[in-house]
């Protein structure tokens, strides 16, 4: 799989570490190993036989770094070339300079075309703009209910259909409607169809003929395989794509159908799907997905991240408790509530370079259920200082929290350890305390 | 009978020129070649653009070299009948086996990750039970996604099926619990239940499908009877991961493939039947209910190929 790349790619090339030149003869293994991650992640075969020559072509002849080992050199080769296949700039959205700037969401059934619409109403109030949202999906039963749900939920207005409307008019009005309330954005969802579905993407070609949208985004699934070429490719000549969504990204997909997507429309991935609430939208950075894809760690986005969660406050506080020695388990449960707020733990620790290479530390969501619910059991006293926890007051807490003495002596062990890795980490300065909370950063 | 069946299935697949075209091309493009390496490659690089995977069609073209060396095939058509027939018997693994049919109500758990088409499944089982002359009570489990009850009761009059529902942001679990009461009480035959998409690696949504699994035990305790993984035939190698976690977490009986009227190939199904031996009960070829078909193997080794 694609995490392993690197590990596998270390492996291969172990036997020939920090000497001479990369040849054919070298590298043909570890090119193989190349194509089958990139294979198993569903990028397109046509996609893989080109990006495996590419990096052939790069690789052979060239001198192996001093700093690199030769599987570290193909990496960063294959890493570059992933880049530069998935675009080297993000590319924001266009809006037009006589508003309303016209979007169209167009995609296969089940891509996650009206909650992306969701996602995007909002980032576009986010960024002081006034968007409407306008239900055009006539084919699914409820798609106009579901987008009026979502609408009325974030606050922006929603066009939904009068019976028997065609989409093109829906549109139309959508944007005469725009017009007449001031709103600079219109966000038009359409009906899932399948790119083979003659009618359907002939009134597809008829909307965007009659409207000239500024966008038109294909919305597509991460998970989806080989076929990810088929019907970007229609979209694409049917209608002409603007920029892409790729949504899921939430989940364990390696996401390769970015490549094919983006290989054959050579349109830009804009933005990325998530999570299933509607702030879930992430813009699109081609840089990150390549390390991501590659094992390499995401630390930029792990940073900013945390940022955005770690309110400066609480983190200027902790800091300080943390040098003077005062770290308690309130902050320590604080510390736990605000990794929760920053999305799933496995989801982080996957952005930490080196995390991944601690095999066994399966970060476990229930662990971290148990110990907040131990820490919520104990009185305020008893967070304070742990000193007072006698075995009594430990029967007590275990009790409440539905767990076992056990499980509370592990707990505090593990407290005491910490505490004392922190003061550590805080004697060596704050560089390393960075390390840790990275929220922490500048305090 | 069977012909009739097959020459409808064949239509639904045939719905693509392409599809057809790139059959008939390959075709004449053996025709009179012999077997080399290079005509091996490019049957590994149409399993694997069937989304087959790399590591499933490598086997499989080792094991097509194996068979074809000991019953000395050289012409490039035998060689892909013999494809064909190792694909049947991979495919063969995943044909349902007649089993007792429980006593009513029949409780049908359907999950799924988001926008396989759970719901539109759900629909039109529905119509053709119903139409089949059965009482079908719907579960809208969905209570999550915006207007997920709606669509499962705008099926339900066209299908003529009662359902039952709370309000979105109920908890699940006690919508199907009142739809499993009033299924008993009212003495539906199939009871489906439809449960909120959701990614396989969130774990707590994960522990929600658990407990849905429990409290329907506790209303009819030989329930759920069965419990649906509907997956969508667009997906790549990620089905994989799907069938094995959601399996571990609620135990899948069987499978469902739908979106297979595109230019997806579905070839995944291949390596999951092979790893997981799960039964397919349907694929889904079209839009309208007639078009939720029996799994034939056969049909969908030819369709890969």
């Not at chain 1, 090339?13 to 590298?27: A, D, H, P, S, V």
């Not at chain 2, 392409?18 to 049957?43: F, H, I, K, M």
Request: aromatic share 4%; hydrophobic share 45%.
């Amino acid at each position: 799989m694609f995490e392993a790349l690197t590990g596998r790619l270390e492996g291969i090339f172990q036997k020939l570490r920090g000497r001479g030149l990369l040849t054919e003869e070298n590298i043909r293994e570890g090119l193989r190993e190349v194509r089958l991650a990139l294979l198993e992640a569903d990028v397109h075969f046509t996609v893989v036989k080109q990006f495996v020559e590419r990096v052939r072509e790069r690789a052979v002849g060239q001198e192996v770094l001093k700093s690199l080992t030769p599987g570290q050199q193909v990496v960063k080769i294959v890493h570059e070339e992933l880049i530069g296949l998935l675009g080297v700039n993000h590319v924001p959205l266009a809006f037009a300079q006589q508003p309303p700037t016209l979007i169209f969401l167009v995609g296969l059934q089940g891509s996650g075309k009206t909650t992306t619409a969701g996602k995007l109403a909002l980032w576009c109030r986010e960024k002081g703009r006034s968007p409407l949202l306008v239900a055009a999906d006539v084919q699914r039963p409820a798609a106009a209910a579901q987008l009026a749900t979502l609408g009325e939920q974030l606050k922006v207005p929603v066009l939904t259909p009068k019976p028997g409307a065609k989409p093109v008019e829906i549109a139309r009005e959508g944007l005469s409607r725009a017009r007449k309330q001031a709103h600079d954005v219109v966000l038009v969802d359409t009906a899932g169809r399948l790119h083979i579905d003659p009618d359907l993407m002939a009134e597809l070609k008829e909307m965007a003929a009659a409207l000239r949208p500024h966008e038109v985004l294909l919305v597509a699934d991460a998970m989806t395989g080989q076929d990810a070429v088929n019907s970007a490719t229609a979209f694409h000549g049917g209608v002409g794509l603007t920029g892409i969504i790729l949504t899921k990204m939430d989940g364990d997909a390696r996401g390769g159908a970015a490549l094919s997507i983006r290989a054959v429309t050579g349109q830009a991935i804009k933005f990325i799907g998530v999570g299933e609430k509607l702030d879930r939208l992430e813009a699109f950075h081609p840089e990150r997905i390549a390390s991501r894809i590659l094992g390499m760690g995401d630390v930029l986005s792990l940073v900013e991240k945390a940022q955005q969660a770690v309110e400066l406050e609480n983190a200027e506080r902790l800091a300080r408790r943390i040098r003077e020695d005062k770290f308690t388990l309130d902050d320590f449960r604080l510390q736990l509530q605000q990794v929760k707020r920053m999305g799933s733990l496995e989801q982080i620790m996957e952005m930490i370079p080196g995390f991944k290479k601690l095999k066994g530390v399966q970060p476990d969501e229930r662990e971290l259920v148990k110990v907040q619910a131990i820490i919520d059991s104990m009185t305020a006293e008893e967070r304070r200082d742990i000193a007072v926890i006698n075995s009594s007051r430990k029967r007590r807490i275990a009790m409440g929290s539905g767990t076992q003495a056990h499980d509370v002596n592990r707990l505090l062990k593990q407290f005491t350890e910490t505490k004392r890795l922190m003061r550590q980490i805080s004697r060596a300065g704050p560089q390393g305390l960075g390390k840790m909370f990275p929220g922490l950063r500048g305090s | 009978m069977a012909l009739a069946f097959l020459d409808r299935w064949k239509q639904g697949l045939a719905k693509t020129r392409q599809n057809l075209q790139s059959r008939l091309d390959w075709l004449r493009g053996v025709a009179g070649r012999r077997l080399d390496q290079e005509l091996l490659e490019e049957l590994e690089e149409a399993l694997i653009l069937a989304d087959v995977g790399p590591q499933t069609a490598g086997n499989i073209v080792a094991r097509l070299q194996e068979k074809a060396a000991r019953e000395g095939i050289r012409e490039a058509c035998d060689l892909k009948e013999i494809l064909r027939r190792i694909l049947v018997e991979i495919l063969s693994q995943g044909v349902p086996a007649p089993g007792p049919c429980p006593q009513a109500p029949r409780v049908i758990m359907v999950v799924g990750v988001n926008g396989v088409g759970k719901t539109t499944t759900i629909g039109k089982l529905a119509k053709r039970w119903v139409d089949e002359g059965s009482a079908v009570l719907l579960a809208a489990g969905d209570t999550f996604r915006a207007a997920a009850i709606e669509q499962l009761e705008i099926w339900g009059e066209r299908a003529r099926a009662q359902v039952v529902k709370h309000q979105s942001g109920a908890d699940p679990a006690a919508v199907i619990y009142d739809a499993l009461q009033a299924a008993k009480a009212r003495g539906s035959q199939v009871v489906l239940a439809d449960t909120a998409g959701r990614l396989h690696t969130k774990m707590n949504l994960m522990e929600e499908l658990k407990k849905i699994k429990r409290v329907m035990g506790q209303v009819v305790p030989t329930a759920p009877h069965e419990v649906l993984l509907i997956l969508d035939a667009t997906t790549g190698q990620n089905a994989v991961s799907q069938v094995r976690l959601f399996h571990e977490a609620i135990g899948v009986t069987g499978l469902v493939v739908t979106k297979l009227d595109g230019t997806a190939k579905g070839g995944i199904l291949l390596r999951i039947v092979d790893e997981f031996r799960l039964p397919v009960h349907y694929v889904g070829v079209g839009e309208s209910p007639d078009d939720l078909r029996e799994f034939d193997p056969e049909a969908f080794a030819d369709s890969i190929l």
